[in-house]
């Protein structure tokens, strides 16, 4: 027998330490520094689910059910695989809402009703009490094994005095706590941030205590799995309850308490409380959807093989208690205590978020309502309310922790702990329909949600509930084998004759049947009120972005009453928060949508949205808005959206457009300034041949009397000239076809090693005359090529007589090349020139464009060109499949104009 | 916000983890021998949740 002042002393020196975290916490938390501000203490929080009976009953489950205890686990992971959509969704309601407890959330979606909102606060208090009870009976039956050992817990337990009953002190005690911690804010819907912390910290604890009796199971009692395992394999009965037969209502069974667990973590009220109302960051979700299943999977990895570890050591009482028994019928000193330390902070965790979750649903659903409607109250001097609101609540906590403690003390040895869990599961899971359907589906109403709550209830309590009192004796068992007033059909475990399924699924089954059936069937059949319309529609569009309430509200109320209205319920401090920035003047001023709005919040978090409607109502005149017009509100977002992404890829485009035209703007002013010169250039060559022309023409006109050779030499001159002015003429009608597409050719097999020696026949006299060396270096007998021999030469001429112009002032050399190239002939060019730089290799063959020449060849007498020889030639040899480019010259050093053409396809023989 | 592609394979993996944790496939799993039932449940289990912390921690730039 262990001291019972040491097990007293660390049981109430670790709620000692609790009280510190959180006065930590909430302490940090005024000082703007949160300690929850993370996803793992949020997912840590989550953990909350974990309760005594995970702690306690999942080894005396899978003791007697085997691997059916996993199912408690597999239907929250699936829950929170599902949490990214569905949990982000409630999340942002419960922030745009001020929604207080899952009661305010159902109630708030249905027309902010406050009949239903009483109606899931009185289904949550009936059904979640005994799972409170649940925590005590651990409590307590772990206290009891734990000082009594080896003697059987129960005899001493049933003869002990209740004041003796260590669990009704820890219930005072976290009375106390949650006073302390819970109810520091009227605004129920601001974070308890010290008590997440505390709740955060015992999630640590209990993982601690369960793995530490893990591992002292499989490696110290057992010293390998291996072992443990080669062990029960001995014994057949044993392995036997590892399989699906072990599973009460075998493969159905399973799917039905899959299916349960799924609904119950989404409808209790406490996981409401952590993930919705306590989030403090939408993007902690995301790490909790897969942490805490992490956390839920450590927590049992250790169960089956201590099950297993109890029933071969056979430690005897209750499987609930094997986790205490097995260390200590080992003899283990020290690890007790732990694990007794981990019971305890699953069980305080538990009763700790549920009864803060319940008392604001008694305060602000039950008792609120109520006390709204007396006229002394409503009379009451400021912040009157905000007295009664935190009183109440206070009462409250009192009141549901006692009667949990009543419910243990009363009822609580008939049912093992999982028993009680499961029956609250089945009891939380009636919330969900209304809470998942309501979130997606607009057409749900307040009278189908009301009366599938009820039909899921009494379904509930009639196959569930009662059968449970029934077998505690207090109830004539009779009508379980025989139905009421002996009607076959409503057994409580066979409805309608379905008979040989587990109470659970069974259950589960007729309550959704009746639940689900009653919420569309009735909503399919009856109408919604206007506020209805506008909050289903605000619950399932709330992830539509930019949805500002404040625009959603049309009444009128001058400022003055509004005023006095927050301060008689809130207090002048909270009033003057809501109020600020507002005008101090103007009392019988309307006040404005976003005002009566943000009243409407502030109340909603200290009241419950459903009373905060009434209060408004009673200052506001006028109607919220109906759903065409809140429709027509989200589709003026929507098409605003639409517009607003149209608008800016209309932007990019012009953006792109802009900075072309800029380019083409750019281009075309060089073209226009080109063609300024060129206009220019032109007028300028015309001329200089039309005025010889025309003087020498003048002379020879009115000197009759000049002697021949001197009228020779001038009319040698007026013909020169001629040819000139018609060469010039001629190239630009050349141009003027190339660009038009009118440039007639007449391709021919052609030898172009002759054509280039041809060419240079024709150039080479006026050269030498000009003091210009010409180097030929034909490397083929014959360059076969298609083209036009006539205009070829005209660009083989060409390019000799540009190069002969570029060549160097004082000795001018010139080299014409001609080789094979693949399948191709080149013929280069290359003069000794300055050579033309590498950013005017591709403008040299644009129109008009010369190079400027700081000694210009004019001054040498060589004729300047017109700009057009190049392009002209480019366009030619482009026709003719084949290309014109400049590159270094390879030997003179100046620049090489090299024209490739393909090799013509060989002659038929 | 998560990417309509990551929202997509979440989808996904939720529909695998509820074909894994329900019959058929688990009455396979037992059929393997005794004790590979709960076996199959941790491992698939485990597997959901890496799948799941590989998802939604991964990729953030996405």
């Given amino acids: ?909 | 916000m998560m990417s309509p592609r990551r929202k997509e394979r979440l989808v996904a993996l939720i529909a695998m983890a509820i074909a894994l944790f329900t019959p058929p496939l688990l009455l396979v799993a037992e059929r393997m021998g005794p004790g590979a039932l709960p076996l199959y449940v941790f491992l698939a289990w485990g597997g959901v949740i890496a799948l799941a912390g590989w998802l939604l921690e991964g990729g953030r730039g996405e």
């Avoid at chain 1, 049933?158 to 109810?183: C, M, Q």
């Avoid at chain 1, 949508?593 to 109340?603: G, S, T, W």
Wanted: charge should be negative.
């Fill in chain 1, 1 to 909: 027998m262990r001291n019972e002042l040491t097990v007293l002393a660390v049981a109430f020196g670790y709620l000692a330490l609790l009280f510190v975290i959180a006065a930590w916490g909430d302490r940090r938390a005024e000082q703007g520094r949160s300690i929850i501000g993370s996803p793992t203490i949020y997912a840590l929080s989550i953990a909350v689910y974990c309760t005594a009976w995970t702690f306690y009953g999942s080894v005396g489950r899978a003791a007697e059910s085997g691997p059916s205890f996993l199912l408690i686990y597999l239907g929250p992971t699936l829950a929170m695989l599902l949490a990214p959509f569905v949990t982000r969704k409630m999340v942002r309601i419960a922030a745009a809402q001020r929604i207080t407890s899952i009661a305010d959330f159902i109630s708030a979606r249905y027309g902010k009703s406050a009949g239903l909102g009483a109606l899931v606060a009185l289904i949550a208090l009936i059904g979640i009490t005994p799972y409170i009870a649940l925590q005590l009976k651990a409590i307590t039956l772990s206290y009891a094994v734990l000082v009594d050992y080896p003697l059987a817990a129960g005899e001493r337990l049933d003869s002990a005095p209740f004041w003796a009953d260590k669990s009704l002190w820890v219930a005072l005690v976290l009375a106390v706590f949650i006073i302390l911690f819970g109810t520091r804010h009227l605004d129920a819907s601001e974070r308890h941030e010290g008590m997440v912390a505390a709740i955060a910290f015992e999630s640590l604890v209990k993982l601690a205590g369960f793995l530490a009796v893990g591992v002292f199971t499989v490696f110290v009692l057992y010293r390998s799995p291996a072992e443990l395992f080669a062990r029960v394999a001995e014994t057949p009965a044993l392995t036997d309850i590892l399989g699906l037969s072990a599973v009460p209502g075998g493969a159905l069974g399973w799917v039905g308490t899959l299916v349960l667990a799924f609904l119950a973590f989404l409808g209790l009220p406490r996981q409401f409380q952590v993930m919705v109302v306590e989030n403090v960051d939408e993007r902690h979700i995301t790490r909790a959807a897969w942490l805490f299943p992490l956390y839920l999977l450590a927590i049992n990895l250790f169960v089956i093989p201590i099950a297993l570890a109890g029933l071969l050591g056979d430690t005897g009482g209750d499987p609930d208690s094997v986790v205490l028994t097995l260390p200590l019928a080992a003899g283990a000193e020290g690890l007790p205590l732990l694990v007794f330390i981990g019971g305890m902070s699953a069980a305080t965790g538990m009763m700790i978020v549920e009864t803060i979750a319940l008392s604001t649903m008694v305060s602000n659903q039950l008792v609120m309502p109520l006390l709204l409607r007396s006229r002394r109250l409503s009379r009451g001097g400021q912040g009157a309310l905000a007295g009664w609101v935190l009183g109440v609540r206070r009462l409250a906590i009192l009141a549901i922790l006692l009667l949990g403690y009543g419910y243990h003390a009363l009822v609580g040895d008939a049912y093992s702990l999982v028993t009680i869990g499961l029956v609250s599961f089945a009891a939380a899971a009636q919330f969900t329909p209304a809470l998942l359907i309501g979130l997606y589906w607009r057409g749900a109403n307040r009278l189908g949600a009301g009366l599938g709550l009820a039909g899921g209830f009494t379904v509930w309590a009639w196959t569930l509930l009662i059968p449970g009192f029934a077998q505690s004796g207090w109830l004539d068992a009779g009508f379980l084998a025989h139905g009421p007033f002996g009607i076959d059909w409503l057994r409580p475990y066979a409805m309608f004759g379905l008979e040989g399924w587990d109470i659970y699924t069974h259950s589960l089954l007729w309550s959704l049947v009746a639940n689900v059936g009653l919420l569309v069937g009735v909503s399919l059949f009856t109408r919604q009120s206007p506020l209805e319309q506008t909050q289903a529609a605000l619950f399932t569009e709330a992830l539509h972005p930019r949805l500002d309430q404040a625009s959603l509200h049309h009444g009128q109320t001058p400022r003055g009453e509004l005023r006095a209205l927050l301060d008689r319920y809130l207090g002048a401090a909270t009033s003057a928060r809501v109020f600020a920035g507002e005008p101090e003047q103007g009392a019988d001023q309307p006040a404005p949508a976003a005002l009566v709005a943000r009243a409407e919040r502030a109340l909603a978090g200290a009241l419950g949205s459903a009373s905060a409607r009434v209060l408004i109502d009673s200052v506001v005149r006028g109607e919220a808005l109906d759903l065409p017009a809140l429709l027509s509100i989200l589709d003026t977002t929507s098409e605003t959206l639409e517009m607003n992404r149209r608008l800016e890829q209309k932007s990019r485009e012009l953006e792109r457009i802009g900075s072309e035209l800029r380019q083409a703007n750019t281009r075309l002013r060089e073209l226009d300034r080109l063609k300024d010169e060129f206009v220019a250039m032109v007028s300028h060559e015309l001329r200089t041949p039309l005025t010889s022309i025309r003087a020498f023409a003048e002379i020879l006109r009115d000197h009759h009397d000049l002697p021949d050779d001197k009228r020779e030499h001038f009319l040698e001159v007026v013909v020169r000239e001629s040819q000139r002015l018609s060469r010039l003429i001629e190239e630009m009608l050349d141009l003027a076809r190339l660009e038009s597409g009118r440039l007639t050719l007449h391709p021919e097999r052609l030898d172009l090693a002759a054509l280039a020696r041809h060419g240079i026949e024709a150039v080479q006299h006026p050269q030498q005359e000009h003091g210009i060396v010409l180097d030929v270096a034909i490397e083929v007998d014959e360059a076969p090529v298609i083209g036009d021999p006539d205009r070829l030469e005209q660009v083989i001429i060409n390019l000799l007589d540009n190069a002969g112009k570029f060549a160097d002032a004082t000795t001018p050399r010139v080299r014409l090349t001609l080789a094979r190239h693949k399948r191709h002939y080149r013929l280069a060019v290359e003069d000794n020139g300055p050579g033309i730089a590498e950013e005017e290799r591709e403008r040299v063959f644009e129109k008009f464009h010369q190079i400027q020449r700081p000694d210009d060849a004019a001054q040498r007498g060589r004729p300047r060109g017109s700009g057009l020889g190049l392009p002209i030639s480019r366009g030619i040899v482009a026709h003719l499949g084949g290309r014109l480019w400049v590159e270094d010259a390879p030997t003179l050093g100046g620049a090489c104009l090299v024209m490739e053409l393909p090799e013509a396809p060989h002659a038929a023989a």
